[in-house]
């Protein structure tokens, strides 16, 4: 094998190691004095500039009591380095977070929690990753403001036919009558 080609897999190999350990680092698990925060793989939404924004789903375990789910979303700033294609986590904060029957609150201390603790995690995430991440969840966006209303059905007991009529309508008759019966 020639030195240029060991070299090139030699680098696919290395970066296919890298982002499974990447893979591999959620979900992350904060411990507090009175509880237990579980934050899972984010799902990325948009990168803007230096703006990564998306969501995450977290649990919250008090001492004692059972887990409780919720989700924030999230703005991150962001250092982009294009040359080695990594991207580095520099600030986090919380826009909105929902938990199950909780007051405000609660809801900013996991806020809170969260913005004071994720920089410190070293997240360096490909920017490959992050692009395809966010090509999914733009994906996904679009599929979700298709409309999947049902048709409107027509019943009847006795024999029909169902007549579709081309052309303009004036006043209830058509001026250039197709009939079509299908």
């Given at each position: 094998?020639?030195?240029?080609?060991?070299?090139?897999?030699?680098?696919?190999?290395?970066?296919?190691?890298?982002?499974?350990?990447?893979?591999?680092k959620w979900p992350r698990t904060l411990e507090l004095e009175n509880a237990t925060v579980v934050v899972?793989?984010?799902?990325?939404?948009?990168?803007?500039?230096?703006?990564?924004s998306g969501r995450a789903a977290f649990s919250w375990e008090a001492k004692g009591a059972a887990p409780v789910f919720g989700v924030?979303?999230?703005?991150a700033r962001v250092l982009v380095d294009k040359d080695?294609?990594?991207v580095q986590v520099q600030e986090v904060t919380v826009r909105k977070v929902r938990l199950p029957n909780a007051e405000p609150a609660q809801e900013q201390a996991v806020a809170s929690v969260?913005?004071?603790?994720?920089?410190?995690?070293?997240l360096r995430p490909s920017l490959d990753d992050i692009q395809a991440a966010v090509a999914v969840s733009e994906r996904q966006e679009?599929?979700?403001r298709l409309a999947a209303n049902p048709p409107k059905f027509i019943f009847s007991r006795e024999p029909a036919v169902l007549l579709f009529f081309d052309g303009?309508?004036?006043?209830?008759?058509?001026?250039?009558?197709?009939?079509?019966a299908r």
């Open positions: 094998m020639k030195p240029a080609a060991a070299t090139i897999a030699f680098l696919a190999v290395a970066s296919a190691a890298l982002a499974q350990e990447n893979a591999a899972y793989q984010p799902q990325l939404e948009k990168l803007s500039g230096v703006t990564l924030f979303w999230f703005d080695s294609r990594q969260v913005e004071k603790e994720v920089p410190r995690w070293d679009k599929t979700d303009h309508r004036s006043s209830g008759r058509s001026r250039t009558p197709s009939l079509s």
